[in-house]
């Protein structure tokens, strides 16, 4: 019975010897497990910090896109609404210029008839009726030229006031494209007004 309970003994003893050993393999290998896990969970929370600054950065700039399309469709209409004005102004400027035309033409014909006609009074006298006719001529190229006057007057101010609501729109905030083609309608609108000035009207 002393020899079976002194190989019991060992028995046991080397169990728990092993289960010891075994304890201590597992203890160990929970630490690991402990600190890889605390690892992974500052990785984990450091991807979701990273992925909350990217959602912030990725809404900021779908702002940033609207803002600019807003602003692209914005100068859009502007163009076109200065095109179709424009068009308009052009229209406008071709119109008073044949005003303009015939006006001067009807004052040219009306001072010839006036020159030929007070020639006429010269050379044969003046009678009532001619002296009549030669006044009545006189008001008319008078009329005519302050009409023709009052016609550039307004002419000029309408190329002026256009011309500087288009210099406005050009020095605003607007897409490049959009500036280089508001410079072109300002040239364009420009040059009619310098063949106006071109113009000569004589005094009777």
């Known amino acids: 019975p002393r020899v079976l309970y002194e190989e019991l003994q060992t028995s046991s003893e080397n169990e728990v010897n092993s289960l010891s050993s ?3 393999d597992l203890m160990k290998e929970k630490e690991t497990l402990s600190a890889n896990l605390a ?3 500052k990785e984990i ?6 992925k909350e600054n990217l959602q912030a950065v990725l809404q900021a700039k779908e702002e940033e896109i609207k803002g600019l399309l807003h602003q692209y469709h914005k100068s859009q209409e502007e163009l076109l609404k200065m095109k179709k004005a424009s068009e308009s102004a052009l229209k406008m400027d071709e119109d008073k210029d044949k005003k ?7 004052v040219t014909k009306l001072k010839e008839a006036l020159n030929s006609l007070s020639q006429l009074s010269y050379s044969t006298g003046t ?5 009549q006719q030669l006044e009545l001529l006189q008001q008319q190229v008078k009329q005519l030229q302050n009409q023709l006057a009052e016609t550039k007057k307004q002419h000029q101010e309408i190329v002026s006031v256009y011309r500087t609501h288009l210099l406005y729109a050009v020095q605003g905030q607007m897409d490049e494209d959009v500036q280089k083609v508001l410079k072109q309608i300002l040239t364009m609108c420009k040059n009619p007004s310098q063949k106006k000035g071109e113009t000569v009207f004589v005094d009777p």
Do not use: F
């Not at 929370?45 to 990273?50: A, I, N, T």
């Not at 303009?100 to 009807?106: G, W």
């Not at 009678?127 to 002296?131: A, E, I, Y």
């Open 100 to 106: 303009i035309t015939d006006m001067s033409k009807e």
């Open 22 to 24: 075994k304890l201590k």
């Open 45 to 50: 929370s450091q991807v979701k910090g990273e």
């Open 39 to 41: 690892q992974l969970r």
């Open 127 to 131: 009678p009532k009726r001619q002296s």
